[in-house]
């Protein structure tokens, strides 16, 4: 590993940790209420729930968004980057899904904000804050801009969050134990450079066609007892 590289791995592994303050352990995209209804009731069918949400939710449809708001953030287009995070944010169909994004993005910004260096300068911030609301792949994009950290790394810090958050809730919910759960991560965290290969490789539209996401999400909306935030 040359130094350059090596430079960029602390902002890359703040940003992937379950650590960063953004509340994204809170929810579960739907894995709750297909839990419920038994669509995903032991690790082979959650393995299935979590890669298929990495493949469509992630790979079609937030790192698409997330690679075009940082296009247009580095080149100083905030017009663009706005009506991009407007097109995130409504490609969110149910009031859980946007209720997620606004939280984590809002959170991310204020981190950003705290943060006590970065390339993003006071003006540029508070545009980013007046955006309401900031979805969490475009605040995801900013900071990884901020951080000059490398498109292929802050994809890799987003695709991450996303499968660790999705198999910290499936070992809660279905249950799962620990080791299942570090299986699940292992075997789908092999998928991400692939996938995130095709992202950079192509300026394909966002596909944001989740039915069954949508589904469960609004299922989970009225669901009796939930573990997770609605």
């Given amino acids: ?29 739907g894995l709750e209420s297909a839990v419920e209804l038994q669509q995903v009731r032991d690790e082979a069918s959650a393995a299935v729930w979590i890669g298929d949400l990495l493949q469509f939710g992630f790979a079609r449809a937030d790192a698409r968004w997330w690679r075009r708001a940082a296009q247009a953030l580095q080149a ?13 944010w409504a490609s969110r169909e149910t009031r859980e899904l946007r209720l997620e994004s606004e939280q984590t993005g809002r959170s991310l910004l204020k981190w950003l904000r705290a943060l006590d260096k970065g390339t993003l300068d006071a003006a540029t911030l508070d545009q980013l804050d007046a955006m309401r609301p900031l979805t969490w792949p475009c605040a995801h994009a900013a900071a990884c801009t901020a951080l000059s950290l490398p498109a292929e790394l802050g994809l890799h810090a987003l695709g991450w969050s996303l499968l660790e958050n999705q198999v910290l809730a499936a070992v809660k919910l279905v249950p799962l134990g620990q080791d299942a759960g570090q ?48």
């Fill in 76 to 88: 100083n287009e905030i017009d663009q980057f706005a009506q991009i995070n407007a097109q995130c």
């Fill in 1 to 29: 590993m040359n130094a350059h590289a090596a430079a960029h791995w602390p902002a890359l592994l703040q940003l992937a940790s379950s650590a960063l303050p953004v509340g994204g352990f809170g929810y579960s995209q």
């Fill in 183 to 230: 299986r699940i991560l292992h075997q789908l965290a092999q998928r991400l450079p692939e996938l995130v290969a095709e992202v950079l490789a192509s300026d394909t539209e966002p596909n944001t066609f989740l039915p069954l996401l949508a589904l469960h999400s609004s299922a989970h909306e009225s669901q009796f007892s939930r573990l997770f935030r609605s």
